[in-house]
């Protein structure tokens, strides 16, 4: 497929990155300024220029199809000077050498622009190495001429320019395939269609979508089939598949097999994205190369790496038996150490290269994720879609809240470096008196307390610049209280009321010990960039009711359009049940294990197979399971244990054959309540003896008072509608096909309310 006439854009930095790159994959620990720090910085350099120096200069230049831009850092036209501002703290002379060398690519690329655009013959370039530590600025200029500067510029566009053409090429042919690309299954199931519809109408709106799909339709398929062919009518880079759990991505990848398949010409670059600790091939060795033999030389042997890795995917579009499909984490894995290179850092760089790329919601939504800092860096046009999207509230939450506890501080004291001990003393001192004034067990402070606040930032600091003058220090308790400073440190500067500042005191005299907490109550002001950043987004889930707990919590933006798929189910596959004689409340739950264990033994006798048997908590579980256990001996009885491990987890859910009988007790919320598929024989019912509304304590009074400030409906964003969606999450393991039968048993008088039923699927009748 011809690109011919076509323009490849490419920012700066990633044209030099791709270039100028050479030598080891050097991660030792040296701090590094936080991005507020490094603003911070640039900032203040640029305070100390005269009034002719012109900040942020937007510079952009064409060589074949090539389109170069970026931003040089600053121009003093006065002295004829362009800058590089580079952030750091510690030794300079420490920086290796294939950093200081990405600098001045990416310098003499921006003088070559800047001398084009304003007919200048010559140049004195600057590299500004501002140390945020003692606020000094270390300058490295040199002369450089017109001319020269062109050269530099046209030979790194030319090492570049064979792969923009063969990506020009590759992005052709793809969007022409995915113009022709038809559904991979001869028809859509009932609701797929109206799903796939209201995806492909979010791209064409550029808006947000929240779409609430019911289980069994095919939403994976239904998701990434019309975005693909957006991809092509809306000129999308990249469409990001962000999951909850690994069986989610597993499922994303299994979506694009199925429609490569039915495609075998479409040169689809799909990739998976794992957790650095997962893909890690030496965890008892440091990331440098001095000690990993996959960090020596990894720049070197880079490129052929992913040259390796992107004919992959060519290869199987061409029809390749041999070749993988996708580019999964056992994909990347092979051909990274075929190469001898990490494959973590490998799966990284690809992902630039990649159309789809599947990931846990952090690579997308937290507040270091890789794929929205690419996406903002290259100006990626780029569609998201977020699988149990029900999940990304409480995700988010952890995402943005950070504790500290004073116990490891305690600890550390005795053992860190003299130079650390004044700093961490007066940390702690301000730790002690915030606990000597404490009002019971937990308290809510109504800001951020400021002389513990200046005490641990001091402190940060100071270990920071610890580390900077002893890079090969090692001490992982210090590391530990560090980055967890700093994460807190971090997080606080954005302290506002979508968040709480909590001190959780226990013990007393000489055992004390407390928790200082930053809770993210809502993830709105976080994440609302990132709704922008993006072309559009969809968050789908079976579970998305009502919509403006969500749109509310998580910022989604004015326009988001809301749709309710319909459910291919219909109310004779399932008999809802109300036991409306029995309350589970915590007052309650001793007098109503026997009236459960009586309803669960008639229905099991009446129709016995395979049973879910939901609670509140392990110990009313244990307690319902015992008492039953007892009264029906003859019923086969399993139970989820606390902390059950990967094996426990499948053995538990093995238990449900097609041929078997019995009733599995779990928690509602746990491992059990969502994401597990037993169609069939394998199970016929449920018994969900609780509404799933979170424990009533302290921490969750505090986010209904918050909610109640913020939304006005306090309760019901705290409690009532995160509790039933776990609830219908449940439920909804019991109908997984349109062949599929069974019961589902709602146990409390609570579910009689008309408010609690109007959360319950549409399609259900209760009798």
């Known amino acids: 497929m011809s690109a011919a006439g076509a323009t490849y854009t490419v920012a700066v930095r ?37 009034d002719s120096y012109e900040k942020e200069v937007s510079l952009s230049g064409s060589f074949g199809p090539l389109r170069v831009r970026g931003r040089a850092d600053g121009y003093d036209a006065q002295q004829n000077q362009l800058e590089e501002i580079k952030t750091f703290r510690g030794d300079l002379a420490r920086m290796p050498d294939n950093h200081r060398q990405l600098h001045w690519a990416q310098l003499k690329m921006y003088g070559h622009l800047l001398c084009q655009a304003r007919g ?76 796939a519809e209201a995806m492909y109408k979010a791209s064409t709106r550029a808006c947000t979508l929240l779409a609430q799909a019911p289980t069994g339709i095919g939403k994976t398929v239904g998701s990434l089939f019309p975005l693909l062919k957006a991809s092509a009518e809306h ?75 992107l004919a992959v995917c060519a290869g199987s579009a061409a029809g390749a038996s041999a070749a993988a499909p996708v580019l999964d984490k056992a994909a990347v894995r092979a051909i990274a150490l075929a190469h001898q290179v990490c494959p973590y850092y490998l799966g990284a760089e690809l992902a630039r290269w990649a159309d789809v790329v599947v990931g846990d919601y952090n690579y997308y939504f937290d507040i270091s994720a890789m794929l929205y800092s690419l996406t903002l860096q290259n100006d990626w046009k780029i569609s998201v879609l977020a699988d149990e999207a029900h999940n990304m509230v409480s995700r988010a939450r952890k995402m943005y809240s950070a504790e500290l506890e004073h ?82 440190a971090r997080l606080a500067e954005s302290y506002g009321q979508h968040s709480l500042f909590d001190v959780t005191v226990s013990g007393a005299g000489a055992r004390i010990n407390s928790v200082l907490c930053l809770r993210n109550i809502v993830p709105a002001p976080f994440l609302k960039p990132r709704f922008e950043a993006a072309h559009s987004t969809a968050l789908f889930s079976a579970t998305l009711s009502p919509w403006n707990y969500y749109c509310d919590t998580l910022g989604m933006p004015d326009d988001t359009a809301w749709i309710d798929v319909e459910s291919p189910f219909i109310a004779e596959q399932l008999s809802v049940r109300l036991a409306g004689h029995i309350s589970t409340r915590y007052q309650h739950r001793d007098r109503s294990l026997a009236p459960i264990a009586e309803l669960m033994g008639e229905q099991y006798q009446r129709q ?160």
């Open 235 to 309: 000129k999308l880079d990249k469409v990001f598949f962000l999951a909850a759990k690994t069986s989610g991505r597993r499922m994303a990848l299994d979506a694009v097999e199925t429609i490569r398949s039915s495609a075998p010409l479409l040169p689809l670059r799909a990739l998976e994205l794992v957790a650095r600790n997962t893909a890690c091939e030496h965890p008892d060795k440091a990331c440098h190369g001095e000690s990993c033999p996959l960090a020596r030389g990894f720049y070197d042997r880079l490129p052929a790496a992913r040259s390796a890795a």
């Open 14 to 50: 990633a044209l030099c990155e791709f270039t100028a790159k050479t030598g080891d994959l050097d991660l030792r620990f040296t701090p590094t300024p936080t991005a507020q720090e490094g603003i911070a910085g640039h900032a203040l350099v640029a305070s100390r220029r005269g």
């Open 407 to 488: 116990a490891g501080l305690r600890m550390l004291r005795k053992t860190a470096p003299e130079t650390l001990k004044k700093p961490l003393d007066r940390v702690h001192r301000q730790w002690s008196a915030l606990e000597k004034a404490q009002d019971g067990e937990y308290q809510v402070h109504a800001g951020l307390p400021e002389k513990i606040m200046g005490a641990l930032q001091t402190a940060v600091t100071a270990i920071g610049e610890h580390y900077a003058e002893h890079p090969a220090y090692v001490d992982e308790d210090l590391q530990r209280f560090y980055f967890d400073a700093m994460g807190f």
């Open 608 to 767: 016995p197979g395979n049973y879910l048997a939901f609670f509140s908590s392990f110990d009313y579980m244990e307690k319902a399971a015992a008492l039953f256990a007892e009264r029906h001996p003859a019923v086969p009885v399993w139970l989820q244990t606390r902390r059950m491990d990967e094996a426990g987890r499948e053995q538990f859910l093995a238990r449900f054959s097609a041929d078997g009988s019995g009733i599995g007790f779990a928690v509602l919320g746990g491992s059990f309540g969502e994401g597990i598929d037993l169609p069939g024989a394998r199970l016929i019912g449920a018994f969900i003896a609780t509404l799933g509304l979170p424990q009533l304590n302290p921490v969750n009074e505090q986010i209904r008072l918050r909610m109640d400030a913020i939304f006005g409906s306090g309760y019901d964003y705290t409690y009532t509608y995160p509790g039933m969606q776990k609830v219908v999450q449940a439920a909804g393991r019991v109908i997984r096909t349109e062949t599929d039968r069974g019961t589902v048993h709602l146990i409390d008088d609570r579910f009689a309310r008309p408010e609690i039923q109007a959360l319950l699927p549409s399609w259900w009748r209760i009798d």
């Open 120 to 195: 200048l013959d010559q140049l004195r370039l600057a590299l500004v190495y501002f140390d945020v530590g003692s606020q000094k600025e270390t300058l490295i200029a040199e002369q450089a001429d017109a001319e020269g500067l062109r050269l530099f510029y046209e030979s790194h566009c030319s090492r570049f320019l064979a792969w923009a053409e063969q990506e020009l090429a590759h992005r052709a042919q793809r969007d022409a395939e995915l113009k022709a690309l038809r559904f991979p299954h001869a028809d859509f199931r009932p609701g797929q269609r109206q799903l």
